[in-house]
């Protein structure tokens, strides 16, 4: 079995390290060697923050390189196009949560927002699927779990791993007044994207309810 790349870059504030911190939890529950490592050094200020999580047999640097990562999760669409270098060309997958966080310098006019950062990236040719985690995570009653949305849907990407793991490790990590939340958060990703892991997406619906129909 070789080793499992993953990336996952947001900013400051939007819970990278905790998704990390909990596919890391995953794989070692799951049996498999584990190296993660993070920078997150403006991140109290909404900078960027992104972490590697690299899980096998054996592994024995925590760092992805470039043109390497099996996923890659963008938490805001401008760190999914900042980290797309990292995504492996032949049969990677970029997730981004179709949502815009407009950074300093832009909000000053200094530089422009990348809107168009998704269809770019498809032009390329890279496997990206839009995910509006933000969106529906608001729907489920709290915006701040977009990352476990986000995480649930890597986790359908990742079958080195069962639900069964995940949906322990998550129960084990979380705190018991935030846990259904976020089990149903995660739910909701990885129903969206268990039909879609082989081949990748299309573009996501924008109701969760309409999950069920997938």
Same mark, same amino acid.
């Given at each position: 079995?070789?080793?499992?790349?993953?990336?996952?870059?947001?900013?400051?504030?939007?819970?990278?390290?905790?998704?990390?911190?909990? %596919? &890391?939890?995953? $794989?070692? !529950?799951?049996?498999? =060697?584990?190296?993660?490592?993070? *920078?997150?050094?403006?991140?109290?200020? /909404?900078?960027?923050?992104?972490?590697?999580?690299?899980?096998?047999?054996?592994?024995?640097?925590?760092?992805?390189?470039?043109?390497?990562?099996?996923?890659?999760?963008?938490?805001?669409?401008?760190?999914?196009?900042?980290?797309?270098?990292?995504?492996?060309?032949?049969?990677?997958?970029?997730?981004?949560?179709?949502?815009?966080?407009?950074?300093?310098?832009?909000?000053?006019?200094?530089?422009?927002?990348?809107?168009?950062?998704?269809?770019?990236?498809?032009?390329?040719?890279?496997?990206? %699927? &839009?995910?509006? $985690?933000? !969106?529906?995570?608001? =729907?489920?009653?709290?915006?701040? *779990?977009?990352?476990?949305?986000?995480? /649930?849907?890597?986790?359908?990407?990742?079958?080195?791993?069962?639900?069964?793991?995940?949906?322990?490790?998550?129960?084990?990590?979380?705190?018991?007044?935030?846990?259904?939340?976020?089990?149903?958060?995660?739910?909701?990703?990885?129903?969206?994207?268990?039909?879609?892991?082989?081949?990748?997406?299309?573009?996501?619906?924008?109701?969760?309810?309409?999950?069920?129909?997938?």
């Amino acid at each position: 079995m070789n080793t499992t790349n993953l990336i996952f870059a947001g900013v400051g504030g939007q819970g990278v390290l905790l998704i990390a911190e909990l %596919t &890391a939890r995953a $794989a070692v !529950r799951a049996g498999f =060697d584990v190296k993660q490592t993070e *920078v997150h050094g403006v991140s109290q200020r /909404g900078g960027s923050v992104e972490s590697h999580v690299r899980f096998g047999p054996v592994v024995y640097s925590p760092l992805v390189t470039a043109g390497q990562a099996d996923v890659v999760v963008g938490l805001e669409k401008l760190e999914g196009l900042r980290y797309a270098n990292f995504v492996n060309l032949q049969c990677g997958s970029l997730l981004v949560n179709d949502h815009e966080i407009i950074p300093g310098s832009v909000a000053g006019a200094a530089e422009k927002y990348p809107h168009y950062a998704i269809e770019f990236l498809r032009g390329k040719g890279l496997k990206v %699927t &839009a995910i509006p $985690a933000s !969106r529906w995570a608001k =729907d489920l009653g709290d915006g701040r *779990v977009a990352n476990m949305i986000m995480l /649930g849907a890597m986790s359908a990407l990742t079958p080195q791993m069962s639900e069964e793991v995940w949906l322990a490790t998550l129960t084990e990590r979380i705190p018991e007044k935030y846990r259904a939340l976020n089990l149903k958060a995660f739910e909701t990703g990885r129903s969206f994207a268990s039909p879609l892991a082989s081949p990748l997406p299309a573009e996501a619906g924008s109701d969760p309810k309409d999950l069920s129909k997938n």
